[in-house]
């Protein structure tokens, strides 16, 4: 059995927001790069998947059908007119909702392999990112919840009691827990940047850390929130947003963690969901645009794939 599964979709690449937006068409291509620079290590513990793109039942779990429509009617309208038009702020291309289905069926996908064994943990690079669409609506640069997505697929489909989603991002997940927060058996943690929304009532199992902390504060942090999951709550899978607005020098971020630091951040929850959910664990990756990212997203996947940083 690999590793780590690498789950992709070329139509991920597709979504043009037009190259002065933080998620623009470069962004795919340099994580792809920079992994495949470092194929000679990742090459036999990685399981490269082709993503089955989402039904639209599977975005039905988390979004109206009304919003369903919406982002398929603006995505048509695009491509009449041939340039990105916008929705809630977030621009939509002609490719962008084949782009957002391949984004959600990364996430989907990325359990399922898990979950039939076919590897020990999964990374979806999803694009467009998820983390801030909400059951109506888009936000942050995101069209349908990728994260969310997958985690109601694991109750649904698999039956898992219990789901842990632990966000990683410059802003906290608040869309990730609206959109989730029916379902008693999903479990949201965000470790976030204690300024980045002002004007959202603080949750209590979130941990908010200040500018410029870097990833040994971030890797903290984290622990401490894990550590108030009481053991008879213990998931039976761990979901993470995995937001890199969180390194030093992104465009969208204030934090100041390297990309050697994800590795460790990485390890650290890893740790945990071996003690805790039987090492079951996804990642997807959300937004990040600075020029540390393929590089964190290297030192990523070695994290799961049990290598040591490069």
Known sequence: MKVTA??????????????????HQGRLPAVTRAVYRDMLALFEPLLQVQAAPAAEAELLRVHTRRYVDDVRRTAIAAAAEGRPLELGGVPISGASWDAAL????????????????????????????????????????????NAAIAARHLRERHGSARVLVVAWGARPATAIREVLAGDP??????????????AAEPHPHDRALPPGSGGAAFAAAMRDALEQVAPGD????????????????????ALAVTAREVHDLTAA???????????????????GSGPALGDA??????????LPPA
Do not use: K
Not at 8 to 20: A, I, K, L, M, Q
């Open 102 to 145: 391949a984004a959600a069926g990364c996430a989907v996908t990325a359990v399922d392999v898990v979950m039939r064994g076919d590897a020990r943990n999964a990374f979806a690079a999803a694009r467009p990112p998820g983390r801030g669409a909400r059951a109506d609506e888009p936000g942050e640069n995101s069209l349908f919840n």
């Open 234 to 253: 213990s998931p039976d899978f761990v979901l993470l947003s995995a937001g890199f607005d969180i390194l030093a020098g992104d465009p969208s971020g």
């Open 185 to 198: 058996g999903i479990f949201v943690i965000s470790i976030h940047r204690e300024d980045a929304d002002a």
């Open 6 to 23: 690498y789950v992709s979709h070329e139509d991920c690449s597709r979504h043009d927001t037009g190259w002065n937006r933080p998620d």
């Open 269 to 287: 929850l890893m740790e945990w969901a071996d003690a805790r959910a039987g090492g079951r664990l996804a990642s997807v990756l959300e937004g």
């Open 297 to 306: 997203v290297v030192q990523h996947l070695r994290a799961l794939a049990g």
